[in-house]
C-alpha cells in the first residue's frame, strides 16, 4: 500500500527545485499530482519525469500572486482530479539587496509572492482541504527563524508564511485540517545561486552554511511526504527545519 493512493497533492512551484522533487516523490508513492509554476517549460519536465516513472501528473500555469488565477487553479485541479488531499506551497522568490537600498517595488514583489501566493492557495484550497480533511505544507525557511544578512524582506516574508501556518493549524483543527512548514537551508536549488550585493563581506553567510555540507531537495521533499502522508497524522502547526543542522 502506498502512502498516497487514491490521493491528490496540488504542489506550487513544481517546476523546480524543492517544488519538482516534492511532486516526484508524491507521485512515486501513488499521488496524482497536480503541478502548478509560472514556468510552462518546467511544469512539462516534471510531468514527463513523473509519466516516465507510471505516475499521474497534469500541469497548470499559474502566477500565485493572482488571486483569479488561484480561484481557475482550484477549480481546475477540481475538475481534472475531483479533490485535494494535500497542498504544498513551494512557489517563492529570493532577492538579496542591502535593507536601506530596497525599492518599496521589490518589498512588495517578495511579500505578494511569498506571503500573498501562500495564502491565496490556502485561502481557496481550504473549502477543499476541509472536505477532504486534508493538510498543507508551507515553504518557510530557515531565514523565519534566523538571521540572514542582506535578506531581510525574504526573511520577513518567511516569518510571515510561518506565523500565518501556525494560526491556520488552531483554527482549522477541528475541521480535521493539518498546517505545517518545512525551514530549509542551503539546499542546492535553482534559488540556492543569487546574486549579492557587491563588495559584502561573504563571511557573514558563514552561519547560513550547513556543517554538514549541501544537498539536493529530495532531501526536504522527503519531509514534505512524511508531513503530508499518515505517517505525520498528529503533527499540525509545526516547523520542522531541513538545514543538515545549520541552525542547530
Ligand atoms: N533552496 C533553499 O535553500 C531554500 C531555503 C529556504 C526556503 N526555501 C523555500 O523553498 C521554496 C522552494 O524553493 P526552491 O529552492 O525550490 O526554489 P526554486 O527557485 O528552485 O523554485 C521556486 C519555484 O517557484 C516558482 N515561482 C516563483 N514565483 C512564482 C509565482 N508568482 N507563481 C507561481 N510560481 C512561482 C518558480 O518558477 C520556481 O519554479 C521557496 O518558497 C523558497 O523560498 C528554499
Redesign the pocket.
Known amino acids: 500500500m502506498q502512502r498516497f493512493e487514491d490521493q491528490v497533492a496540488l504542489i ?10 516534492t511532486a516526484i516523490r508524491l507521485a512515486s508513492e501513488g499521488a496524482a499530482v497536480f503541478c ?4 510552462a517549460e ?1 511544469l512539462q519536465q516534471t510531468v514527463a519525469s513523473i509519466e516516465a516513472a507510471n505516475g499521474k501528473a497534469f500541469s497548470h500555469t ?5 488571486e483569479q488565477a488561484v480561484i481557475d487553479t482550484i477549480a481546475i485541479c477540481i475538475s481534472t482530479y475531483g479533490k485535494i488531499n494535500h497542498v504544498s ?6 532577492r538579496f539587496d542591502h535593507l536601506h537600498e530596497t525599492k518599496i517595488e521589490d518589498f512588495q514583489k517578495i511579500m ?3 506571503v500573498g ?1 501562500t495564502f491565496l492557495v490556502c485561502k481557496h484550497a481550504l473549502p477543499e482541504l476541509i472536505k477532504s480533511k486534508g493538510n498543507v505544507v508551507n ?5 523565519s527563524l534566523a538571521g540572514v544578512p542582506w535578506a531581510g524582506i ?1 526573511s520577513a516574508s ?1 516569518g510571515a ?1 510561518l506565523a500565518m501556518t501556525k494560526s491556520m493549524s488552531i483554527e482549522y483543527c477541528k475541521q480535521g485540517v493539518r498546517a505545517n512548514c ?11 545561486s543569487p546574486s549579492f550585493p557587491k563588495n559584502v563581506d561573504m563571511k557573514l553567510m558563514d552561519r547560513c552554511m550547513s556543517p554538514t555540507g549541501r544537498r539536493g ?1 529530495e532531501v ?1 521533499a522527503s519531509v514534505i511526504a512524511m508531513l503530508a502522508s499518515s505517517d505525520g497524522e498528529h503533527i499540525t502547526g509545526e516547523d520542522i527545519r531541513v ?1 543538515g543542522g545549520t541552525l542547530s
Open positions: 506550487t512551484g513544481a517546476a523546480g527545485g524543492i517544488g519538482q522533487a502548478v509554476d509560472l514556468d518546467g499559474c502566477d500565485v500572486s493572482d506551497n513551494m512557489a517563492g522568490i529570493l505578494q509572492v511569498n501566493g515553504a518557510a525557511s530557515t531565514s525574504y518567511k508564511v518545512v525551514c530549509p537551508g542551503d539546499i542546492i536549488t535553482g534559488m540556492a531537495p526536504v538545514d
